[in-house]
């Protein structure tokens, strides 16, 4: 009663596909402007970053004040490939893998972490 019949629409020829084309790159526009964006954003930012405190990492050096993935805070007492030995108070060292330091601190703004 309501309900009014659907009639298929015939397909054209010629100019349909050069609109086919159009419409392919108008919905893919805005998910390449996004990605561009999240790119400029967020990953080449944090790219900068990781690259960064890698080279700090792989610059430290025996009496630099570094703070390890788990919060405390020595002095570098030996320094290999993969392990650092970290003194963390007078006679206490212990060997942690280098690559969970977490940050090396500015010798000039550092106070003393276990004098």
Do not use: C, W
Request: aromatic share 6%; no cysteine.
């Amino acid at each position: 009663m309501f309900i009014t019949p659907a009639f298929a629409q015939a397909a054209q020829s010629g100019s349909g596909a050069a609109g086919g084309t159009a419409g392919i790159i108008a919905n893919v526009l805005p998910l390449v402007l996004i990605f561009v964006v999240f790119y400029f954003l967020l990953i080449r930012p944090q790219q900068t970053r990781m690259k960064s405190h890698k080279a700090k990492i792989d610059a430290v050096k025996k009496n630099d004040q570094v703070i390890t993935g788990g919060g405390l805070v020595g002095k570098v007492v030996r320094v290999d490939d993969l392990y650092v030995d970290v003194e963390l108070a007078p006679g206490m060292k212990v060997r942690a893998v280098k690559a969970t330091i977490s940050d090396v601190i500015d010798p000039a703004t550092a106070k003393p972490a276990n004098d």
